[in-house]
């Protein structure tokens, strides 16, 4: 029963990720979503997933600075 719990919630996360990619390839590839993109200045590393860990997102902020 908990293997079976377990195979269900991975195959959620897969369907997710597959879903994720293949609307956020539909925005942008689209005549509307491009437009917004360059009305607005929206770029790659603007958009972030909710999957990210804040570790992530704290190196993406410090990238550019050298505090050493």
Request: charged share 25%; proline share 3%.
């Amino acid at each position: 029963m908990i293997l079976g719990i377990i195979i269900f919630l991975v195959g959620l996360l897969f369907l997710y990720l597959i879903i994720e990619a293949a609307v956020r390839n539909g925005i942008d590839g689209s005549l509307i979503g491009t437009y917004l993109k360059e009305k607005h200045g929206i770029s790659k590393e603007d958009i972030k997933s909710p999957l990210d860990s804040p570790l992530d997102q704290h190196e993406r902020i410090n990238k550019g600075s050298d505090d050493t």
